[in-house]
C-alpha cells in the first residue's frame, strides 16, 4: 500500500547515504538531520496521492457537486413566505413565517423545519412552531422516517361556529430513504366528534387556508449522503514514519 511504499522509500534514501557516515559527531548531526528532510519532504506525498486519488473518482462525484440541498426541495415550489437555507453537515433549515388572513383564523405561525436526510439512523427532521401573539413557541423533536404525526400545537386553536374549537396541528409524514424520500409537513385543523374527526379541508371558512404545507413532495437526497462516506474514505491520515534511530 502507500504508506509501505512510503517507508520503503526512505529506507532506501537513508540507506544510499548511510556508508557516509563516520564516527564523526558533526558527521552523525548532519545525518540526522538529513532523516528530518527526507521525512519532511517525503510526507506530503500522501496528501498528493489522497488528492490524486479522489479526483479520480470526481466523475462519480460530479452529479451532486452542483446541486445544493435547497435546490433539491424544489424552492420554486415552497409557500413565499418561507426560505431554504444550509447550515452545513448536509442538512437543510427552512423557516416560514405565514400570516393567516380569516374570519375565523387571523393568526401569524412561524415554522422552522430542520432537516437530516443523512442521519445515519435514517432521515428525520425537527420542527419548531411559534405564535408571536400569543408566545406558543412549541418544539418538535426527532421524528424519523416512517412516522406519520398529526401534532396539537398547544395553545392555539380555531372557533368556528357551529362546530366549536377546532385544534391547530401540526402534520408531518416522513417515508422512504435519501434515495427517495417523501415529505409532507405543514399546518392543518382538527376536530374530534362522536363518531368520526373532521379537519380544514371539510369545514367551510376553513378549507381555503388549511391544510397548509411548506413540503409536499418526494426529493432525492441519496448521492449526496452517499458521498459523506466515500470521501471520508478516500482521505487517510497522514503519518510520519522514522526508519532510522536517533
Given amino acids: 500500500n502507500k504508506k509501505q511504499e512510503r517507508s520503503q522509500q526512505e529506507v532506501i534514501l537513508y540507506l544510499s547515504i548511510t556508508p557516509y557516515l563516520s564516527s564523526d559527531p558533526l558527521l552523525q548531526d548532519?545525518?540526522?538531520?538529513?532523516?528530518?528532510?527526507?521525512?519532511?519532504?517525503?510526507?506530503?506525498?500522501?496528501?498528493?496521492?489522497?488528492?490524486?486519488?479522489?479526483?479520480?473518482h470526481r466523475p462519480a462525484l460530479s452529479s451532486f457537486q452542483n446541486v445544493s440541498l435547497c435546490e433539491r426541495l424544489n424552492p420554486e415550489d415552497l409557500p413565499e413566505e418561507c426560505s431554504c437555507r444550509e447550515p452545513g453537515n448536509y442538512k437543510v433549515i427552512i423557516e416560514c413565517l405565514k400570516e393567516f388572513n380569516s374570519t375565523h383564523f387571523n393568526d401569524t405561525i412561524g415554522m422552522k423545519i430542520d432537516l437530516d436526510p443523512c442521519n445515519k439512523d435514517g432521515s428525520s427532521l425537527s420542527l419548531d412552531v411559534t405564535e408571536r401573539d400569543h408566545g406558543i413557541d412549541f418544539p418538535i423533536a426527532g421524528i424519523h422516517a416512517g412516522e406519520e404525526r398529526n401534532i396539537p400545537i398547544p395553545g392555539l386553536a380555531i372557533a368556528v361556529p357551529g362546530i366549536g374549537?377546532?385544534?391547530?396541528?401540526?402534520?408531518?409524514?416522513?417515508?422512504?430513504?435519501?434515495?427517495?424520500l417523501t415529505l409532507k409537513v405543514g399546518l392543518n385543523a382538527c376536530i374530534a366528534l362522536v363518531h368520526k374527526s373532521i379537519c380544514a379541508s371539510a369545514i367551510p371558512g376553513l378549507s381555503s387556508i388549511l391544510p397548509w404545507y411548506v413540503l409536499s413532495g418526494t426529493y432525492?437526497?441519496?448521492?449526496?449522503?452517499?458521498?459523506?462516506?466515500?470521501?471520508?474514505?478516500?482521505?487517510?491520515?497522514?503519518?510520519v514514519v522514522d526508519v532510522a534511530e536517533s
Fill in 30 to 56: 548532519n545525518m540526522r538531520s538529513t532523516r528530518v528532510l527526507l521525512t519532511l519532504v517525503l510526507a506530503p506525498i500522501s496528501l498528493v496521492s489522497a488528492r490524486l486519488n479522489l479526483s479520480a
Fill in 165 to 180: 374549537h377546532v385544534g391547530v396541528d401540526v402534520t408531518v409524514l416522513i417515508s422512504g430513504n435519501p434515495d427517495s
Fill in 220 to 239: 432525492s437526497f441519496g448521492d449526496i449522503c452517499n458521498s459523506t462516506a466515500v470521501v471520508s474514505d478516500l482521505v487517510p491520515a497522514t503519518e
